[in-house]
């Protein structure tokens, strides 16, 4: 009986030099694509039938318009799921850390005693970043079943596409390092129907993590 696997290949938008050291979160800031090595590695690297998703933010369009340019083709209608967004860091967005700490007012302080489960004032907490992850990957999930699925997002949200799959605690998935213009690959494998002892539920498996567009040479 052959089981569905939904491959997710997940790439973080290509950096963010323009921000001055502030904390930009879901703030609007354009990706510098000036690293074309980097796009041809990546279109080298990704399935060519696949459906492409962006969250709403013009940095992870940019990522994948770059991809397409290095490949020489035109690039599909992306669909755009706002539910893969970047954490929303609330009224900490546009402010450098340094304006943070002199604030005293101790929401600083207190978020980095629980960062995954405190939100800074008027945003979202990593705990909730999870569960609006989870809420697309489910119904994408589903809509895609069986295909290749190339989403061009965040650092939070593949972190969080990985503690969903992996049923990482929160804290946990935080530690993982994941670069601008990384792949990460999920694959979500189907529940199989059988009248015997043979069924199983549907899970995961991480086939690679934070892998990067380009090996360098070693020598």
Not at 120 to 135: D, K
Request: hydrophobic fraction near 45%.
């Amino acid at each position: 009986m052959t089981v569905p696997i939904t491959r997710w290949w997940w790439i973080r938008h290509a950096p963010v030099t323009s921000h001055g050291g502030r904390i930009y979160g879901q703030s609007d800031v354009p990706a510098n694509c000036a690293n074309l090595a980097s796009f041809a590695g990546l279109a080298r690297l990704l399935p060519t039938d696949a459906a492409w998703i962006a969250s709403h933010l013009a940095r992870t369009h940019q990522t994948a318009a770059a991809i397409f340019a290095a490949a020489g083709k035109p690039m599909p209608a992306l669909l755009v799921e706002p539910l893969l967004a970047e954490q929303h860091f609330g009224d900490w967005q546009g402010l450098t850390h340094d304006e943070l700490a002199a604030r005293r007012d101790g929401a600083w302080h207190r978020f980095w005693l629980a960062p995954a489960k405190l939100a800074p004032p008027g945003g979202e907490s990593f705990v909730e970043v999870i569960a609006r992850v989870g809420t697309a990957v489910e119904r994408l999930t589903a809509a895609h079943q069986g295909r290749d699925i190339i989403a061009v997002a965040h650092g939070g949200t593949i972190r969080a596409a990985l503690a969903l799959a992996l049923g990482l605690e929160p804290e946990r998935a935080l530690g993982f390092v994941i670069d601008n213009c990384s792949l990460t690959r999920i694959d979500h494998i189907g529940a199989s129907a059988s009248s015997d002892d043979t069924a199983s539920a549907a899970s995961w498996r991480v086939a690679t993590v934070n892998q990067p567009p380009v090996i360098a040479d070693r020598g």
